[in-house]
């Protein structure tokens, strides 16, 4: 055993990096036994100074994350500020300075992966983020090393567990959606502004990194289409009840079937009560990645949360630790592939239209006929009236975004059609 311990600068002791220091220091032995070299918190940077942070030592603690980045004997840096800048530059100055990187910012890694991911090349260090995806869930290694030998063809699952939190308690206890999200936020797994959960720009961030690795292509948060699930009603989870459903936020990622192509996009989605997935509950997380020779895998836990996160964040610093000690770094960016993203009219699926409809003979027939012109077929049918109106629930078979699209503007151009309550994608049959 290396008895000069490694150097660890810790920026941000939050949510996550106050259970990242607390599982290094308690774990401290076994961490050393399992690197081959003790390893030392050297500085916590933080943004309020006088914070009573429990277990931290006070000497430690800077507000100037720059010079602690700079100082020249920090071996790792651990990122767990979030958001793009300052963490951007502290990162690249880290590596300028020698240290490698772990980091749980999906953010900044979905936003600036390519360049994170070449300035750690520059100054041979490593950037590892197994947490910024999945909290707890390992996915990022697997994708990146087990599976480096197959070929990934689907990646679907919940990728967010404050969203699945709400959407869990609105269907299973009736809960309100506000109510729901605060009770996320005050346990730690909403972000610091929660509109990155509930529009989706958080899941939009990990299915980019996702896609980004399992399809060896750079996928960026631009290419992801991405819906919230600030819409959703208690009425579509009575819908989706009806059909034996439920409804989720889903990331999926998917390779064309000619494999000339990729599409990644998140939204909410209805899934079959029998599904794995309509079973998550709570802030836990499940993926899905389907692959050529291995077939189905299912990745499940803790998605988010502090201690489940710091868990993720440990094993990246454990495996960096590792490479330092042997001059080693670990795989970095794999983009060969340069496949073209494809955009969201190209995806293929099944629709769950509900629609407000005058109750008169013909006008189940005209909007057919709407559904037919588009070149959408429609699988059932559903009506209940009352005082002349209607409201009429279609279900479609397998079409692509654009086709769907395309009819639901000439259903909204309909005299007969009052309007469109909600269009909901159907996954996982
Ligand atoms: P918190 O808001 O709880 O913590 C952020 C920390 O960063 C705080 O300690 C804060 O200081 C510090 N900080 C903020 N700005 C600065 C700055 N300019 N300089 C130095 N320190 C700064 O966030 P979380 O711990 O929840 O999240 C951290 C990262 O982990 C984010 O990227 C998030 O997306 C990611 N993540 C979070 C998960 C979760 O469940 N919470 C799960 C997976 C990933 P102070 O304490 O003084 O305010
Ligand atoms: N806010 C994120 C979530 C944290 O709820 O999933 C984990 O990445």
New binding site residues.
């Given amino acids: 055993m290396r008895t000069r311990p490694l150097k660890v600068a810790l920026?941000?002791?939050?949510?996550?990096?106050s259970e990242v220091a607390r599982i290094m220091t308690t774990h401290a032995a076994d961490l050393a036994a399992r690197i081959g070299a003790p390893v030392e918190l050297a500085g916590v940077?933080?943004?309020?100074?006088d914070?009573v942070r429990e277990g931290i030592d006070p000497a430690l603690v800077t507000?100037d994350?720059t010079a602690l980045v700079k100082r020249g004997d920090i071996d790792v840096v651990v990122e767990?500020?979030?958001?793009i800048e300052?963490a951007r530059t502290l990162i690249t100055t880290a590596f300028a300075h020698g240290a490698s990187v772990v980091?749980?910012?999906?953010?900044?890694i979905a936003q600036d992966g390519a360049a994170l991911h070449a300035a750690a090349d520059e100054h041979g260090r490593d950037l590892y983020y197994e947490?910024?995806v999945a909290?707890a869930i390992p996915l990022i290694r697997p994708l990146r090393e087990s599976l480096a030998g197959d070929k990934v063809n689907r990646v679907l699952g919940i990728v967010n567990?404050t969203t699945n939190f709400i959407l869990d308690a609105m269907d299973s206890t009736g809960a309100g959606y506000q109510e729901a999200l605060d009770e996320a936020t005050a346990l730690?797994?909403a972000?610091?502004d929660p509109t990155a959960d509930v529009e989706a720009f958080?899941a939009a961030a990990k299915a980019a990194i996702l896609a980004g690795i399992a399809f060896h292509t750079r996928v960026r948060l631009d290419d992801v289409y991405r819906e919230g699930m600030t819409e959703v009603t208690a009425a579509d989870f009575a819908s989706a009840k009806e059909m034996g459903c439920t409804i989720k936020l889903l990331a999926i990622c998917e390779r064309a079937a000619d494999g000339g192509s990729v599409t990644a996009r998140v939204h909410p989605a209805m899934i079959p009560l029998s599904h794995p997935l309509a079973n998550v509950r709570e802030a836990y997380n499940a993926v899905f990645v389907e692959s050529e020779a291995a077939g189905q895998l299912m990745f499940y836990g803790p998605g988010?949360?502090?201690s489940p996160?710091a868990s993720a964040v440990l094993g990246d610093l454990v495996a960096v630790c590792r490479n330092r000690i042997g001059g080693a770094t670990g795989p970095g960016e794999s983009a060969y592939a340069a496949l073209p993203v494809s955009p969201m009219g190209d995806v293929v699926t099944r629709y769950h239209i509900s629609l407000d409809v005058a109750d008169k003979p013909g006008v189940l027939a005209q909007v057919a006929t709407v559904f037919a012109e588009h070149g959408v077929s429609i699988d059932t049918v559903r009506q209940s009236g009352k005082d002349g109106e209607a409201s009429l629930v279609v279900v479609t078979h397998r079409a692509s975004d654009a086709a769907l699209g395309g009819t639901v503007e000439a259903l909204r151009k309909l005299d007969t059609v009052r309007g469109v309550a909600s269009i909901m994608r159907v996954e996982g049959e």
């Fill in positions: 920026l941000g002791c939050g949510v996550v990096g940077a933080v943004r309020r100074p914070k507000t994350a767990v500020i979030g958001g300052p980091s749980a910012n999906k953010a900044l947490a910024a909290g567990g730690g797994y972000e610091a958080d988010a949360g502090g996160t």
